[in-house]
């Protein structure tokens, strides 16, 4: 299915329309302000003021604001922005979900973090810890089985370098002193100990979560420890990049080709020492920028560290990427990012002349959170693929600034979508492909659907850089052109149907 901006633009006006016209008319009016149609930049809104002093994006969306109770949204809390993400990928750490079990059970291994290491030796990324909360601790407060828990775990894990303990909501409630805790077992036993006060009751979404373990990094983590790590002139840091089926690695090699030293990669694959030796590093690389651009602007501000997002997702914008990064460091390293777009152009036209035949004209409906909504979108455009609709679970206005720069005029923008929006943008706009979350997952391929997982790539990956690219393409071209979408009918396609019970008769 081809777009046509222009005249999807209105359709997909009447569309929000048509989804608002079941709401009461108060939730409809909120709800309004979340659902757009990106506009040209002579159109936007960029700049003026919306309501609540909150300023609107291009993209003309209203977000960042608390979901309505009642209705079915897809995000997380502040303690799945932390332990999820933040500090659950960091492998010489051994992370505490201090409280009830369910939540470190229900976080346990979910994101795909590859890591070096031997499990349980000295990485512990896909191990869970929990402090295990029971209805005593609740009552007479759970400090004392806090420190026994770091007490137990020092004995089992020698090895590990440090202990973060990722608050779960009763101890915001109940007042447990974690500070108090991570001083004390600090002094006993000499390792970075790090409170996280990410009760999942604070904020509106994952996203305060990030910025709690942001602000954690900085007060106890930088300038803590001295390390005799020699600083060269092309170290830089990659932040934000989480090793989802090996992106990090990905992007580390072509970085490296390209004459730079990576000093430090988090959190995926990465080390607590190289957070502490980051401050020395000449630029930080920022990939995801909504779960990371707290601590980059701090280095910015205190060590004086620029820092630059990149995009390493599709051939356009790695190269685009590649040639940005190597402007800060100069003519050696300008030449030598020349020469690796060059080494894998091949590559690039092999997998395009392969998939692009494939591809050419297919419609994507995007739906994840960071910043996939817009980095994949040139992605599926070097494939001669189109976005008709794109949006974020937890996004601030800023993101949609940015997503501004990526979609076209007509695109079907959707802040924080419900349950019920998304299907039914689903089955107005008939995408050919759906790019979303594992709770999406099923329901869209219900509808006859193709779907890929884009928070951890359906157990595929990596999708950075330009090896990674291939196994995008690939991926996508498995979806669509399944055959067994040609088995079934999606909903809007069948006739009506005698019921059984008259057929019977």
Not at 384 to 413: C, P, S, W
């Amino acid at each position: 299915m081809s777009l046509d901006y222009e005249n999807d633009g209105a359709f997909h006006e009447k569309v929000i329309e048509e989804v608002l016209s079941a709401y009461p008319d108060k939730f409809a009016k909120r709800r309004k302000k979340h659902l757009s149609v990106a506009k040209g930049a002579e159109e936007g809104a960029a700049g003026a003021a919306g309501e609540e002093g909150a300023l609107l994006s291009e993209c003309d969306v209203k977000s960042n604001i608390k979901s309505i109770p009642g209705v079915m949204t897809i995000r997380g809390c502040a303690y799945a922005g932390s332990k999820g993400v933040v500090w659950g990928p960091i492998k010489d750490m051994v992370h505490i979900s201090h409280g009830p079990v369910g939540c470190g059970q229900y976080s346990w291994s979910q994101r795909r973090n590859y890591y070096i290491g031997t499990t349980g030796i000295d990485s512990f990324v896909t191990m869970q810890v929990t402090s295990d909360f029971q209805e005593r601790d609740i009552v007479f407060g759970g400090d004392k089985k806090l420190a026994k828990v770091i007490d137990e775990l020092e004995e089992m894990f020698p090895l590990s370098h440090g202990l973060t303990i990722q608050s779960e909501c009763p101890i915001g409630l109940i007042g447990d002193d974690i500070e108090a805790v991570s001083k004390k077992k600090n002094k006993e036993i000499g390792k970075t100990i790090v409170p996280v006060r990410c009760e999942g009751f604070r904020g509106v979404s994952q996203s305060l979560g990030h910025h709690i373990a942001n602000d954690t990094i900085r007060d106890w983590v930088l300038d803590k420890k001295e390390h005799a790590f020699e600083a060269g002139p092309y170290d830089v840091n990659v932040i934000g990049d989480y090793n989802i089926g090996g992106d990090a690695w990905a992007s580390r090699m072509l970085l490296e080709e390209m004459g730079l030293r990576v000093v430090g990669n988090w959190s995926g694959d990465a080390t607590l020492a190289e957070i502490e030796r980051s401050p020395k590093a000449k630029l930080n690389l920022i990939h995801c920028y909504r779960s990371m651009n707290y601590i980059c602007r701090h280095m910015e501000e205190k060590y004086g560290i620029h820092w630059m997002e990149y995009n390493f997702f599709g051939p356009s914008q790695i190269a685009a990427s590649l040639r940005k990064i190597a402007k800060h460091f100069g003519p050696e390293i300008e030449e030598k990012a020349e020469a690796v777009i060059v080494k894998y152009q091949p590559l690039v036209d092999a997998v395009v002349a392969k998939y692009r035949p494939r591809l050419e004209g297919k419609s994507v409906m995007l739906y994840v959170g960071g910043l996939r909504p817009r980095h994949v979108i040139t992605a599926y455009e070097d494939l001669g693929m189109e976005i008709a609709g794109t949006g974020y679970e937890f996004a601030h206005n800023d993101d949609y600034q940015r997503t501004g720069h990526y979609v076209r005029k007509g695109t079907l923008i959707y802040d924080d979508v419900t349950g019920y929006e998304l299907e039914k943008f689903i089955e107005r706009v008939r995408p050919d492909l759906v790019g979303s979350g594992i709770k999406e997952k099923y329901p869209v391929q219900k509808m006859g659907i193709p779907f890929r997982q884009m928070h951890s790539w359906d157990y595929s990956g990596p999708y950075h850089g330009y090896d990674g690219f291939a196994i995008f393409a690939r991926d996508m071209d498995l979806a669509i052109n399944n055959p067994v979408w040609g088995l079934f009918d999606p909903p809007w396609k069948k006739k009506d149907e005698t019921p059984v019970l008259q057929a019977a008769e």
